[in-house]
């Protein structure tokens, strides 16, 4: 049996970080990842900030392959063909060291293990792991699918994405639920640059994300996106699996009807479709992450339920934790300290960090708009009542409008209810 020092399950960005940050701290390190390379199996909507990036291959933005600089962020609401929109732009995000690109994973993925391949990490590809080995209820390496496949280490990180099967048989996790994942379905579609720039008001290979809720996921937890690539758009839908059972929507049902709406529709005609692809998403929350150490293994990433989908931030997360294990197990490896007390400190960084202050800051988030569907309901179509009646010029007086427009938002949710929705948004968001 060869043995490593770091074994790491799973080549998304988690596990290449930790790969990465193991092996540059002088461990022997391997990668075992199921796909025929990095980023075939893996999917994300595309947005990639710069800075945890950069904390894990410094300056990573003059060779890796990205798309556009994101220049603007624009959020809306849809209300059957009416729309509500608000933006923000920079054109300062434009420049070095920038806020964020959109990217393709596969190609990113690929990049991403030869910088771990450069750190002097070795990348299995084509293997499954199947279970862990133990010895004294220490974790001392991993079973996989080959003949005579066992490998042993002094440490294992385990990040194999949202389907937490080996989390489950190590005892840290719970099965996945539907209240606990979303699904996601994304296109590609290819549009000349020129017709990106012209469509998006954007200069020259400057980028623009377009974030929409409310009839977009047809009132559904969840919301849809347009980002916009190269020589495409990526085009998206995700919503909360339980919803999505109970109303009987597939999700290309659901992106269908998306593509359809007017606001939409305009903006990717002309376009022609490239790549379809689905994926789940880690939407359990603060209170529904799993016990991320045990003697000898670290979860990190989706695998550990680390997901803001407010602010779309899932791959940074990922490396954000994937770099603190490989860090942890290195100090673990180097002290020979593999206790209950050693890996903790794992726990202790990452609550020190952005990504579980993050992860306990909107810890009431989900449940919030679980209990109150009406919330993606009612307020996206109240808002696009309120804003056709006060910006419609028909000579009613400005006061009587004011008073029609108070009436109709009564008609649709009560003073009562608006109050209590208030306070629980500020419960659940500040």
């Not at 989390?167 to 590609?188: D, F, I, N, R, S």
């Not at 994926?279 to 045990?294: A, C, F, S, T």
């Not at 202050?357 to 996206?380: A, Q, V």
Request: hydrophobic letters at 40%; proline letters at 4%; one cysteine or more.
């Amino acid at each position: 049996m060869e043995n490593f020092d770091v074994i790491v399950v799973g080549g998304g960005p988690a596990g290449l970080s930790a790969a990465i940050s193991a092996a540059r701290a002088g461990m022997k390190t391997v990668v075992i990842e199921r796909g025929d390379y990095p980023g075939t199996k893996n999917m994300m909507g595309g947005i990639l900030y710069t800075d945890p990036t950069d904390d894990v291959v410094p300056e990573f933005w003059k060779e890796a392959p990205l798309e556009r600089p994101i220049i603007e962020q624009r959020f809306g609401m849809l209300s059957g063909d009416q729309s509500v929109m608000a933006a923000y732009r920079d054109p300062v995000w434009a420049d070095e060291p920038y806020n964020a690109h959109s990217i393709f994973r596969v190609p990113f993925d690929r990049w991403l293990a030869q910088q771990a391949e450069k750190a002097g990490v070795m990348i299995i590809t084509e293997t499954v792991v199947i279970d862990f080995l133990y010895q004294d209820q220490k974790v001392v390496g991993v079973r996989t699918g080959r003949e005579e496949g066992e490998l042993g280490a002094k440490m294992v990180i385990l990040a194999e994405g949202v389907n937490n099967f080996l989390a489950v048989q190590a005892g840290l996790a719970y099965p996945l639920t539907t209240h606990t994942v979303a699904v996601a379905v994304k296109e590609v579609i290819a549009l000349p640059s020129e017709t990106i720039e012209d469509r998006f008001c954007l200069e020259k290979g400057q980028g623009a994300t377009i974030e929409l809720y409310g009839d977009s996921t047809d009132g559904m937890m969840g919301s849809a996106f347009i980002y916009t690539n190269r020589e495409s758009l990526s085009v998206g839908v995700g919503a909360l699996l339980e919803p999505l059972i109970q109303k009987h929507w597939t999700p290309n049902d659901l992106i269908e009807a998306f593509k359809a709406k007017p606001y939409v529709k305009r903006l990717l005609q002309g376009g022609e479709t490239k790549e379809y692809l689905a994926h789940l998403i880690p939407e359990g929350g603060y209170d529904q992450m799993p016990k991320i150490y045990r003697r000898g293994l670290l979860v990190a990433g989706d695998t550990a339920m680390l997901m803001n989908s407010l602010n779309r931030e899932g791959a940074n997360m990922a490396m954000t934790s994937g770099k603190i294990a490989g860090e942890v197990a290195a100090q673990s490896i180097q002290r020979d300290d593999f206790s209950d007390q050693a890996m903790a400190v794992y726990e202790s960084r990452l609550r020190d960090s952005f990504v579980m202050k993050d992860m306990k800051h909107y810890r009431h988030m989900g449940k919030f708009l679980e209990e109150n569907p009406h919330l993606l309901e009612e307020y996206p179509d109240m808002a696009a009542q309120v804003l056709k009646m006060y910006l419609t010029v028909d000579g009613i007086p400005k006061k009587q409008r004011q008073k029609e427009i108070l009436k109709k938002v009564y008609q649709i949710r009560s003073k009562r209810g608006l109050l209590k929705d208030i306070y629980g948004a500020w419960r659940a968001f500040l």
